[in-house]
């Protein structure tokens, strides 16, 4: 277990490895341990596995799969050095985020091989190879290319499916993240295609002793609910799955914003707030 009440383990994004972030990632450690943090996971972003699918800010910047690669590897050697740095103050797990386009799988398990991180999180940003939270109109040409926000749900759902049984990610993020842009979520997670959906993914996340992340991004911008919506909670909550805070910082501002009040309210929820210790589980 963790022996820190306050916590994330999905975040830590930085401006030094992030285009769409800020600040150094020393700059992030050095705000959770000035907010109390006794133990943080940081869970920056894999390389793409091809050209097609860098990030408009990444192709604004120049870069390509290579540079990419090389400022993954510089992460994980900058995180080590923090690591070490910081290691009277707070106990830092090395992750990173994943992706769910072509050739992810593989490329997955060589970083696994090559940068052994204590845990990975596990996320899916894409549909068809197409990013659908980037923006609310790349998100709309999706659902239209979906002929629906329902069939475009439980595509999401599918693929998040696989991807966990794919992966074994220690933790899921962002787990109904398919909403982001859609006002009538309430009523579509309930539609019975996609609420089975839902069941079965959550049933094997409890079989393969995987956490949710609580991610708390959405209050960062304004919005005033985190992923998981009530309805998937009280579901996790029935099944005894460990839920636990991600920040999803993307600058030291936001690093560890929202966290306390989290920890309250799965207290309040009736969830357990001893934190398992992330351990990296993907099958060879």
């Known amino acids: 277990m963790i022996d820190s009440e306050l916590i994330s383990l999905h975040g830590g994004h930085s401006g030094q490895f992030c285009c769409h972030a800020r600040d150094s990632l020393e700059d992030l450690i050095k705000a959770y341990i000035n907010k109390g943090f006794k133990a943080v996971g940081i869970s920056e972003h894999m390389p793409p596995p091809e050209h097609r699918f860098l990030y408009p800010d990444e192709l604004d910047q120049g870069f390509s799969v290579k540079d990419l690669g090389d400022r993954f590897s510089k992460y994980f050697l900058e995180l080590e050095r923090l690591k070490q740095k910081y290691k009277s103050d707070i106990l830092i797990f090395k992750g990173f985020e994943t ?64 991807m966990i049984m794919d992966l074994h990610p220690f933790v899921v993020g962002h787990f109904d993240l398919i909403r982001i842009y859609d006002p009538d979520y309430k009523t579509r997670l309930e539609q019975p ?21 609580y991610n708390l991004r959405p209050l960062a911008k304004g919005e005033n609910r985190p992923y998981l919506t009530p309805v998937i909670l009280a579901r996790a909550k029935e099944l005894g799955i460990p839920v636990i805070p991600g920040d999803d910082a993307h600058s030291k501002e936001q690093a560890g914003m929202f966290v306390d009040t989290a920890v309250q309210s799965l207290k309040d929820m009736g969830f357990p707030t001893n934190w398992p210790r992330p351990r990296c589980l993907t099958p060879a």
Not at 101 to 130: C, E, M, W
Not at 133 to 138: P, V
Not at 149 to 160: K, R
């Open 193 to 213: 295609d996609i609420s089975k959906r839902i069941d079965r993914n959550l049933s094997l996340i409890k079989d393969l002793g995987l956490v949710l992340d």
């Open 99 to 162: 992706e769910t386009v072509t050739g992810t799988p593989a490329l997955v398990r060589s970083l696994i091989q090559k940068f052994k991180p204590d845990y990975i999180v596990g996320s899916v940003h894409h549909l068809n190879n197409r990013c659908f939270d980037y923006s609310r109109q790349a998100y709309e040409d999706i659902a239209a290319d979906f002929h629906g926000l329902n069939a475009m749900y439980t595509a999401y759902f599918d693929v998040q499916y696989e």
